[in-house]
């Protein structure tokens, strides 16, 4: 993330006021999780992808479910609440930009966004991947874009689209307990629920005085008080074997945290006066831009990588001015990943 953004936008939906980060600070991608996993298990498991995935020290983010396949936006939390705070709000609901436009047909689409433009790849109602610009891409960045992806190769971008927000965020329709949250902070609706909750219980309360019925009234309350305590203790045993289910699926973490990676590859470029312009990570491939100014042997480059633990099969090409380097991460067993995280 390159600093506070000058400009962020507070868009108004009939429920509550949201912030809409923008596009240039978040990074995203399309996961999947095991199939038939419950809901809870299904959220925490794509929890441990998106944490293995972000560069944030502290993740904060959004997501879309369709099926197993879950669309993710994420951004610095700590860096993002400072920038509501410093713009005099607090609390608010964050919502990326994508999830409060119409969803795009199949294929490739460019929106015009707050703050520039944003690549967008749908597939069976499913946002697959997405890739951010200040202005509109040329048709390079374009052939980029679409080859990188997997849709339509084209090198051709097609018009930007300026579309309205939602009413509601689009994103906010598959689980109950989301949507009941979301409404939840309409403070309206929050007094009409009461209300109308107040009026049956009222009722009964009259019945109850009227059939002095207080004695069965307090016998219920016991009743329900001890069966509130047995929920507690079978949750607690329910939460210990979540918890247990967690650290295996950690277990299965093949590779560094992204962050370590970065600054073992910075340790390596510091010497030449490198910076990068461009950094892609997934899975164990790593490939990134590196800008020089007076210039640098990439075959020196190349083995000052090899020569490290981490970094193997390492390449160079050019692609206009730009030096791309790629290479594998190699794998890491489980006591140094812990070691390294903790």
Known sequence: MDGVPPIEKVGKLPSHCVWVPNRRNMKHKCFKVQLGLPQRKKKSALELQILSWSPFENTGYAVAWSGEQASVYAWDKKLLEKVIKKNGYTNMEIVPEAFLKAKGKDGA???????????????????????????????????????????????????????????????ITQYADDILMYLLKNSKLVAIFFVILAMPLAYLMAQTIAYNTL???????????????????????????????????????????????????HKITNPYSLTFSEWNYNSGELEFSINSESGVDTRVLIAAFENHSLFSSVRASTRGNRTIIKMNIQNITQSMKIKNEF
């Open 215 to 265: 004695t069965y009234q307090l016998q219920k309350k016991i009743s329900d008080k001890e069966q509130d305590s047995l929920g507690i203790r079978l949750d607690r045993r329910v939460a210990i074997k979540t918890l247990t289910e967690v650290n295996s699926l950690i277990s299965l973490q093949k590779f560094p945290h992204q962050i370590q990676i970065f600054s073992e590859a």
């Open 109 to 171: 689409r460019l929106l015009n966004t707050n703050d520039g433009f944003e690549a967008q790849l749908w597939n069976n109602g499913v946002l697959k991947a997405s890739r951010w610009w200040e202005t509109p891409p040329n048709s390079a960045a374009w052939l980029l874009f679409t080859r990188s992806v997997g849709g339509d190769i084209s090198d051709h971008a097609p018009p930007p689209e300026k579309l309205q927000f939602l009413d509601f965020p689009w994103h």
